[in-house]
């Protein structure tokens, strides 16, 4: 079946500009979460949703950063007024939700590579 | 705050040879997670361990928990080169995800 699906693979802004990242979960995957990827460093963690519900967005790194899951399947993560300090790799994970079963992984998609000029 | 720390950060290792990746945690978790990631690559789950004394074995690799140390190790059996990427332990307290830094692995021949 189909995995993480996320768009587009490559994305160069000029300063200032707004971008918009799109993430296709896994088809019934509850839980979705944003991570930001720094070259040569792990994960950071940005935000989770489970369905619609945006539960925690502590690791929004400014009010710059929105995410935003409105039929509780695709998201997108929007950044405004981008800096070159946004440039990283921004992975998507979805996972499922099964209340015996809590040994389930998360599943990332490729991730799209933000470069700010 | 959650803090994940994985050392060595960097391993060169021999074919054959046997080698122990460390993680450790600063609270409590819910659950830890190991992760692959070749270059260029998203991450790979291999394993989810979920409680005090867990273990997992897939191929070459074996995971274990010790909740009361705070401490998972991934256990490298045998390398091969196929096994050369970079491994991420990641800590799951309540949905707040943390990774650590990440071991690259080089097997050499």
């Known amino acids: 079946g189909a995995g993480v699906s996320q768009s587009p693979r490559y994305k160069v802004a000029k300063r200032g500009q707004d971008v918009a990242l799109r993430c296709d979960p896994i088809?019934?995957?509850?839980?979705l979460f944003w991570y930001q990827q720094a070259l040569g460093q792990g994960p950071e963690f940005l935000t989770y949703?489970?369905?619609?519900?945006?539960?925690?967005k502590s690791g929004l790194p400014s009010d710059r950063f929105f995410a935003e899951r409105p039929e509780g399947s695709v998201s997108t993560l929007k950044i405004q007024r981008t800096q070159q300090e946004d440039s990283a790799v921004y992975l998507c994970?979805?996972?499922?939700?099964?209340?015996?079963?809590?040994?389930?992984?998360?599943?990332f998609g490729d991730g799209t590579r933000l470069s700010i000029l | 705050e959650l803090k994940v720390e994985q050392n060595p950060l960097f391993l060169s290792m021999q074919e054959g040879k046997n080698y122990t990746i460390y993680c450790n945690y600063s609270?409590?978790?819910?659950?830890l997670y190991w992760y692959r990631q070749d270059p260029g690559k998203s991450l790979e789950s291999l394993f989810v361990?979920?409680?005090?004394?867990a273990v997992k074995q897939e191929g070459r690799l074996m995971a274990s928990l010790d909740t009361k140390a705070r401490l998972s190790t991934l256990h490298i059996t045998a390398a091969v080169h196929d096994l050369s990427a970079t491994y991420f332990c990641?800590?799951?307290?309540?949905?707040?995800?943390?990774f650590g830094a990440g071991t690259r692995l080089t097997v050499k021949p």
């Open positions: 994970a979805s996972s499922l939700v099964i209340t015996s079963r809590p040994d389930q992984p998360q599943h």
């Open positions: 088809s019934g995957h509850v839980s």
């Open positions: 949703f489970q369905n619609e519900a945006q539960l925690d």
């Open positions: 609270t409590t978790s819910d659950r």
């Open positions: 361990l979920l409680s005090n004394g």
């Open positions: 990641a800590v799951d307290a309540s949905n707040d995800m943390r």
